[in-house]
């Protein structure tokens, strides 16, 4: 059984920094692409940040570029994001996410991506 599981959510003032990770278990994912997406209360799942399986191609949604980092290590299965210089406005569950082809492309949209994890909440106090 496939299990993506996010931590390092909590609870930050603005301007600080938290690293959350997605570990995967039941299979390997060193050759398929990663993700995370976020969901605030009252709004759609949007993107923020995919890595390729290599790692050497990222994307990242405009309002986190500068600010996120996205990473992986495939020898623990896991992918990462840095989030520096937090704000109130990211404040949101965050969901890692796996796509089940093997390729060089990122997908950039939720319907792209196969397998979800069950999110961590991330709270940016002002």
């Known amino acids: 059984q496939v299990q993506l599981v996010e931590s390092g959510g909590g609870l930050v003032q603005a301007g600080g920094s938290l690293r959350l990770s997605c570990a995967a278990s039941?299979?390997?994912?060193?050759?398929?692409?990663r993700g995370w997406f976020r969901q605030a209360p009252g709004k759609e799942r949007e993107f923020v940040a995919a890595?390729?399986?290599?790692?050497?191609?990222?994307y990242y949604a405009a309002s986190v570029k500068g600010r996120f980092t996205i990473s992986r290590d495939n020898a623990k299965n896991t992918v990462y994001l840095q989030m520096n210089s937090l704000r109130p406005e990211d404040t949101a569950v965050y969901y890692c996410?796996?796509?089940?082809?093997?390729?060089?492309?990122?997908?950039?949209?939720?319907?792209?991506?196969?397998?979800w994890g069950q999110g961590t909440q991330v709270t940016v106090s002002s």
């Open positions: 039941g299979r390997t994912f060193s050759r398929y692409a």
């Open positions: 890595i390729s399986w290599d790692g050497v191609g990222t």
């Open positions: 996410a796996a796509r089940d082809e093997s390729s060089l492309y990122i997908p950039r949209t939720s319907r792209e991506y196969d397998y």
